[in-house]
């Protein structure tokens, strides 16, 4: 087999066409145009309602694109169903607001659940009566430094703790592509600066693809390659977080714009 030239582009692990989504008569987004390269770090940002959740679960094959295509990780996604869309969803990683972890396991179960697309039905059930590979999900857990909390419960950690176990539960599922949907909106803004670190720490480290919807701003510096804004269902705009301003952020979010107080963030004019 020829090893693949080194000039030759790798695919976009993520590639949207002229894209729209509807919820019955209801356009939700439309004509959405982007590529995301390998092992980029992009943050999605807009106002609420803007279609930020629905592109997620657009590029993640959960809703199907009423027009145009979507790609992800090489596949078109409206064509897969059943056993295909599972694989897809293997090499995809999620995190939610919260609710990330099953209350009744244990850390070192909710961390191998990220295993469970590796392993065969057998050893996967077998990991619930013993965990198989704790060495595995005891170094994800040193790399959220939480190495001690092995065998606690969800519900004995914090709202922080919960969402590194997370995130150390992506490190073990190795995904190529992580989905983050508002990771952050739960904790305060010390907590989210740690836990967007680790994400993009763990994204550059393994090479994995990073979507992030965001809604602190003040997260964006310094972690991620582009911004994607969405207004309304569409692409407002996109571009490096240095390039961001007062101007840009006063017409995304219109009457959300002094809400949140984005008028005393430091940018310019
Ligand atoms: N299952 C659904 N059925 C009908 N309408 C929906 C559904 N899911 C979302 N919507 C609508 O689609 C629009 C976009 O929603 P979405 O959740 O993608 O926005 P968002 O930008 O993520 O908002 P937020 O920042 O408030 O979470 C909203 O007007 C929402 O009410």
Redesign the pocket.
């Known amino acids: 087999m020829n090893a693949p030239s080194p000039a030759a582009p790798a695919a976009a692990p993520v590639r949207v066409e002229q894209a729209a989504v509807a ?2 008569a ?1 356009r ?2 439309d004509g959405i145009d982007l590529s995301i390269a390998p092992g980029e770090r992009v943050a999605v940002i ?12 657009l590029i993640a094959g959960l809703v199907k694109p009423a027009e145009g295509r979507v790609h992800t990780l090489g596949r078109d996604t409206a064509a897969l169903a059943g056993r295909r869309l599972a694989r897809l969803r293997r090499e995809v990683g999620f995190l939610h607001q919260q609710d990330n972890l099953v209350p009744q396991l244990r850390v070192v179960h909710n961390v191998l659940m990220g295993r469970l697309g590796h392993w065969w039905l057998p050893r996967a059930l077998l990991s619930l009566l013993w965990p198989q590979d704790i060495g595995r999900a005891r170094a994800a857990l040193a790399r959220v430094e939480l190495a001690d909390k092995l065998w606690a419960l969800p519900d004995e950690l914090s709202g922080g703790q919960q969402q590194r176990v997370a995130v150390a539960r992506l490190m073990v599922q190795q995904p190529r592509l992580v989905l983050a ?2 990771p952050v909106s739960a904790l305060d803004l010390r907590l989210g600066r740690e836990i967007i670190a680790l994400l993009c720490g763990m994204a550059a480290r393994d090479g994995v693809t990073l979507l992030v ?1 965001l ?1 602190t701003l003040d997260l964006l510096q310094g972690h991620f390659d582009r911004v994607v804004a ?1 207004r309304a ?1 569409q692409l407002f705009w996109q571009g490096a977080p240095a390039q961001i301003s007062q101007h840009l952020l006063r017409e995304l979010y219109g009457a959300e714009y002094r809400a949140l107080h984005l008028d005393e963030m430091e940018l310019p004019a």
Do not use: I, M, W
């Open positions: 919820y019955g209801r939700v987004l807009g106002p609420s309602g803007a279609g930020k959740t629905t592109l997620f679960r949907d508002e919807n809604h969405l269902g």
